[in-house]
């Protein structure tokens, strides 16, 4: 299984990772119900919230698909920590 | 080459070719410049701009620092094509 453990972008999916979290609980979800919404594997979704998967910009939108929400939300997450409309544990 | 000129959200990567044309040409430099600030070949970048790409996300990421610009304006262009900032001919 090939996950991104080391790439130098790493905090980028990570964060990623913590807002698919935070949202897909919001949606009172589970990680298997969401890979099936997004036609993905459960342990894929896992690695994904985790921040080890550098998805494909068609896997991550089938993600946002599966999330009730646009893409550009969740990179712009990624891309600003301090996005003062979410709350990060 | 693997494309993804099947893709059924083949007009979403089309979308996100045509901004980042666009935001290139603003740039004023070449497809080869942006290559090379990116670290990707030039007929990737060909590829991209053309719609037969489904870049991975840090590779999405890579060409947005290239082009100087957010990543999830990439995205928000491609999401919402009425964008009114952006021009599309």
Do not use: C, S
Not at 20 to 28: C, F, I, P
Not at 74 to 84: K, L, Y
Request: hydrophobic share 40%; charged share 30%; aromatic share 6%.
């Amino acid at each position: 299984m090939r996950r991104d453990r080391q790439h130098r972008n790493h905090g980028f999916l990570r964060r990623i990772g913590e807002y698919v979290r935070e949202q897909r609980v919001a949606l009172m979800i589970t990680q298997e119900e969401l890979a099936e919404r997004a036609q993905l594997h459960r342990t894929y979704v896992t690695d994904i919230e985790n921040g080890f998967r550098n998805p494909a910009i068609l896997t991550l939108a089938r993600i946002a698909l599966a999330l009730e929400l646009p893409m550009w939300k969740i990179v712009h997450f990624a891309e600003n920590d301090d996005d003062p409309q979410v709350e990060v544990d």
